[in-house]
């Protein structure tokens, strides 16, 4: 008879079995907190999408969080990089006569020139030139993106360095310049730190399959001894906690 597994082998084993699609985190909900910015993403989408005459998401995963923004506009188009969002993607916002671009990440967006009113981007990479090749004169590019502070400490717990993003992240500001560079006037640009916080290391393990760009190489086997120790920072003190940071540029090609 085998000895009963542990707590940690128990939880390590279900977040390793655990089916992802998309962008749902509803596996680990109550199991792990985030914090909010200052600013209201869903809010500023929506108040853009109501003036604007045609769309384009970029990196849509499975379409969850655009399709939380209807009504869309009459012209609507979403791209997304990832073969199994891609088709849950288009299940979802069929109905809504969305059309889901395949591609091979977005510093190529397959769209003619000026075809486009409103550009929103949440957490993809771009490239600010092809958003203002698209965007018609006076489209706007709405963009949230996560910050190159994010999750550096289980990056750090972990042994892992993380990749040079993209995008020059380091701060709203150098991303609100990178976008003017391209030719936009930018509008508004802000940031926050706040926190990500896991109550189960199983929790942690389910956020880095989902987002394995933010710590590359993640392996339940090769990181077995620093998720063990993160496990026992939880059962003493609660939780493990870890920067979640975030900024907001809008900025509108002039006309």
Known sequence: ????????D????????TPFSGWDFSAIEGRWKVGHPS????????????????????GTGGGEFLATLAPLPPKAFATEGYAPNLE??????????????AVHGDLHIPMPDASVHLVLDRHEEFDPREVHRVLQPGGRFVTQQVGASNCEEVRAELGVEGTRPTNAVSSSRALGEEISRAGFD????????????????????????????????????HHRKELEAIHHEIKTKGSFRATHHLMLVIAQRPR
Do not use: N, Q
């Open 186 to 221: 930018i509008e508004r640009h802000e940031e926050v730190k706040t926190s990500y916080e896991f109550l189960d290391v199983g929790a942690l393990v389910c956020f880095l399959r989902a987002a394995p760009w933010e710590v590359p190489g993640f392996s339940l086997t």
């Open 88 to 101: 849950v993607a288009r299940r979802r916002l069929a109905p809504m006569e969305v059309r889901v671009l």
């Open 1 to 8: 008879m085998k000895p009963p597994k542990s707590e940690f």
């Open 39 to 58: 600013w209201d993403y869903r809010a500023i989408a929506r108040e853009r999408i109501a003036h604007a005459s045609s769309l384009l998401d970029l």
């Open 10 to 17: 128990r939880l390590i084993e279900i977040a390793g079995a």
